[in-house]
Structures are given as C-alpha cells and as structure tokens.
C-alpha cells in the first residue's frame, strides 16, 4: 500500500509532466508561426526583386527629362490606330494628286496608351516642349514619335497664326503654305465634349479640314483661352471652335516663345490696300522656323 507521501510525490511528477507537455505544444506552435511568417517576407521579398529586376532589364532604370521614372507599360492594352493612306498622295479617282503631300510610309498599327512623352520644339524663336498625352491620345502621340523620327518637321514652319476670335499657333505642315501633310491620316481621339472653354491656353491640339478622319500631321497650339459662352436656350457652352479637333497634350514649356510670337502679331498682306486693318489670321509677323523636333520616351 502506497503512503501519503508516495501520492503526493506521484500527483506532483504528473503535474509536472502536463506541463511540460504544455510547454512543448506551445513552442511548437510559436516555432511553426515564425517559420510561416519568415517564409512569407520571403516571397515578398522575392516578387519584390523579380519587379526591380524587371524595370531595370525594361526600363533601364533611367529617367525621363522631366526627373519622372521610366518604367515599363503595361498598365492598359495597346491601341489599335486606324491610319489610312492619302488618296491625295498617288492620286485617285476623282482625286488630284497633291504635291504638298509626303510620302512617310504608316506608323504601326499598335500604340502605348500609357503615361506622357515630351515632344521638344527648338524653333528660330526658342524652345517649345509638348508633354503629350499618350494615355487620352495615343494614336497622335505615336504618330507624332513617327514622324519625328523621320525628321519630318525638321526644317518647316508655323504656318499660321490667329490673333482675334481664336488665339492659336499653327504648325507641321511640310510645304509651309498650310496644305500638306503625311501619307496617311487618322480619325479622332481625345475630343474635348465635356470641358469649358474646350481649348484653353497651353493646349494642342490636330488641325483638320473639318473631316474626322483627316487627321495628319498639322497641330496648333493654343495661347489664349477659346472664347465662348452659355446658350441660355440649351444651357450648352458654345465655343468659338467646335469640339472637332484631337487634343493631344499640352504645353509644358516655352509659353513665352508663343506669347512673344502671338504678341508681335500677324504679317501684313503685301497684296492689301493701304488702310487696311491689320490681319489677324496669317503668318507669323515673326518667322518661326522649327529647325528640330524630338520625342522623348514614355514616362509615367
């Protein structure tokens, strides 16, 4: 028969026992978490560096000439860009053939529609940089890369210049008369439906003859807000410029080149009679040549 003091010491040896046991169960289950947490932070740090890796093999980890980094685009699909060849460039049935055309060939058919670019004017006057918008008008946007790749503009000038009703500078015409463009042209993008004024001051945007898909090569710049007002009968804002015309980005710098151009006005017509008032709508009074023009890389 066991003593009181046999129980005793066998209640205690069970006792401790249990808790060990307890003990082991519990470091178990921290060492299991912590293995769990380290092998998570191990493939965050893994997808991580496969994305470091992957900007820099894409993107070169460089940046763009606004500071922005340049980064791989992959945010939205490309855009399929509907180009179609002149019937002016050869000449067709019932078309004349039109000399002030230049045959560039057509850009690609797809086109990133991701971030902005800059599009640098070194003209006679100074320096003009576009920021296009690549994101809201991506088929301009690479247009606009294609032909200055081309040296396509290198060498014109802006043709036209308005100082009373629309306040615009307009250019990329390859003759310099104003009615010439590309191989090819395109349909619209980007119009400006919803905004008011449509075209305010620091945005470009195509020129077009009044076709939607007659897009080319021509673009204006806006100095001064499009005039307009709210028709009391519809509630519509009435612009002095229909939204027919593809905004493609904005000026970024070199406004005061336009300005100083815009401000020294419009040349004279040498075929006026004296006391004419003076034009509004015409060549620049100062010649602006572009001897350059460059489009840099995407950015974000």
């Known amino acids: 028969m066991t003593t009181m003091k046999e129980r005793q010491r066998a209640a205690a040896r069970a006792r401790l026992e249990r808790e060990m046991a307890a003990r082991a169960e519990h470091a178990a289950t921290r060492r299991k978490r912590r293995n769990t947490a380290l092998a998570a932070a191990g493939a965050v740090v893994a997808v991580v560096a496969v994305v470091v890796i992957l900007v820099n093999a894409v993107g070169g980890g460089g940046k763009g000439k606004a500071g922005a980094r340049v980064v791989a685009q992959a945010t939205n699909p490309p855009a399929q860009c509907a180009w179609t060849t002149n019937p002016g460039l050869k000449g067709a049935s019932g078309i004349k053939k039109n000399p002030d055309l230049k045959d560039t060939g057509l850009p690609p058919k797809t086109a990133p529609r991701n971030g902005s670019r800059d599009m640098v004017m070194n003209t006679s006057q100074g320096t003009i940089t576009i920021k296009l918008d690549v994101a809201n008008a991506p088929c301009s946007a ?17 043709h036209r210049l308005t100082t009373e009703g629309l306040y615009i500078l307009q250019c990329g015409a390859p003759s310099g008369k104003g009615d010439g463009g590309p191989a090819y042209t395109y349909p619209h993008e980007n119009l400006p439906t919803d905004q008011q004024p449509n075209y305010p001051a620091g945005v470009v945007a195509m020129a077009n003859p009044s076709d939607p898909d007659s897009n080319g090569s021509q673009f204006f710049i806006v100095y001064q807000d499009t005039p307009g007002q709210i028709d009391p009968s519809t509630g519509q804002f009435q612009s002095a410029l229909a939204s027919n015309y593809s905004i493609i980005g904005t000026v970024s710098g070199g406004m005061d080149v336009v300005k100083k151009i815009a401000d020294a006005g419009v040349a004279p017509d040498p075929k006026a009679s004296p006391g004419t008032a003076p034009a509004t709508d015409g060549a620049p009074k100062l010649p602006v040549k572009v001897n350059t023009v460059t489009v840099g890389p995407i950015v974000n």
Do not use: E
Not at 142 to 158: H, P
């Open 142 to 158: 690479a247009s606009m890369d294609f032909l200055a790749n081309q040296k396509y503009f290198d060498g014109t000038t802006c």
